[in-house]
């Protein structure tokens, strides 16, 4: 099954017509390429983060955001 992103990009690049309602939002198709790219590097940071043209932080951080999103909201206790 194709990802929201792989479909919006493939209907661009054909210049079809776009429904617009079911496009990825710039922060989930940020996320997609972050995690193409590390998967590409072999998960090394430092040339994932040459390749995004960002510093090794940013990817660092965007990883602890992404990860953050994740965690399940914890009641205190």
């Known amino acids: 099954m194709e990802s929201k992103t792989t479909q919006a990009l493939e209907s661009l690049k054909s210049m079809s017509v776009i429904d617009v309602t079911n496009l990825p939002t710039l922060q989930e198709v940020e996320r997609q390429y ?12 430092p040339q994932a983060a040459k390749i995004l043209g960002v510093t090794v932080k940013t990817v660092y951080n965007k990883l602890n955001e992404y990860k953050a999103q994740e965690a399940p909201a914890t009641e205190p206790s």
């Open 34 to 45: 972050l995690t193409l790219v590390l998967s590409k590097t072999a998960g090394n940071k």
